[in-house]
């Protein structure tokens, strides 16, 4: 198993969650991280935690390419190389179904969840790809490059409960798919981490009820926890260059749907 030391990575959502304990396990391993969430103070203070040296913040909304460019700026101009680790985190849950959820809450869980997805996929495939288009064949394999994404098992399985929802994350789902099929024969891996139920800010977020989450917790859990996904998200990006592991679903062993 490699280590991640000589990697840089991107990591979209790290203010809490997730894509905090996916920054903690990526430092750890010896990577340095470029981080973003809109909760500028969050990050800082993560930066500080996990040192300054090793981790740079950009705060800002995940689907403005204004942010995402700065983003992917930020890698080079910190760390002196194009970001070759890019997790596609930052996402949002809704409570209800098609016919129930907020629909006042649709077009910023889309544009979150879907297309600010799409647009750090391209623009980080894009520079990726810039590197190696003078190489062919199993030269492109030179330098490890990922684009991890996380998705959900209610992007699989629909979900009456989180229609909408899981809608956006069905839709991400065919993107990372297409993206592997695209970018994977130019030595980029594109993988997809399904997450079941992960305890975090998410719920809250969501706006489920909290009797709901107690007792869905009580009758699937204990639920994962962030460290959980962080440890997948490690495991796929420290594989030798030439393996891909291209799909994690991840559950609660009592977690019988979705
Ligand atoms: N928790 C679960 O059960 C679960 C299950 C399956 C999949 N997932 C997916 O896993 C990912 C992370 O979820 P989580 O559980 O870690 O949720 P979380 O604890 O709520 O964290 C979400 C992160 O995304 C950031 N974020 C949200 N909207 C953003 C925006 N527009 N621009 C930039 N950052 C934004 C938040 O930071 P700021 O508020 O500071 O912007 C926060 O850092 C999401 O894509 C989610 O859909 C979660």
Redesign the pocket.
Known sequence: MQTLSDRIGVI????????YAIAKQYVAAGARVVI????GE?LEAIAKELGSDKVACVAG???DVGVISAILEMAEKRFGRSADLVVV?????LNGSVMTSDTGQWEEMVR??LL?AAHLIRMAGTKMMAESAALTGPAVLTRSRDIIV?G??VGRHVSPFSSMYGSTKFAVHGLTEGARRELGPKGIRVSLIE????V???QG?AGYAEKWVEETFARIGPPLT?DDIGRVATFIASQPKGVHVADVLIRPTRQDYP
């Open positions: 979209t959502g790290a203010s809490a969650g997730i894509g973003n969430g809109r909760r969050k909304d995940c689907a985190n930052a996402g949002r849950g979150t969840n600010g996380l959900s098992t997450p079941g139920f992960v975090s800010e998410f977020v962030p």
